[in-house]
């Protein structure tokens, strides 16, 4: 589940036309720690994580939507979609999404 999480930041890093340096930049995470990171060769910190999804302008949805695969849905759809739901049924969206992911497909 870790280097899906990462494998799914860092192309999303490079569909957006970010170089590892510019992220470093954007995000206040040191150029190496960065690479090294995107490489497996160490762990990525929470913080670091958050300081990563806001430099590239991206939540955790889509970083889990990345991670599923999901590519027939923008950015937009998404978020409309969400703002139609309940605080509730946002969370109950989220935690059937998270079922569905694990379970295997035939």
Known sequence: MYSELVIALKERRIRSGVTIKALSAKSGINYRALRDVEQLKRDLKMGEYR??????????????????????????????I????????????????ASEYKKPVN
């Open 51 to 80: 300081a990563i999804i806001r430099a590239l302008g991206i939540t955790d949805l889509d970083v889990s939507l990345d991670m599923m695969g999901v590519n027939d849905m923008d950015e937009g759809e998404v978020v409309a």
């Open 82 to 97: 969400l703002r139609l739901l309940s605080p509730q049924g946002r969370k109950l969206l989220i935690e059937f999404i």
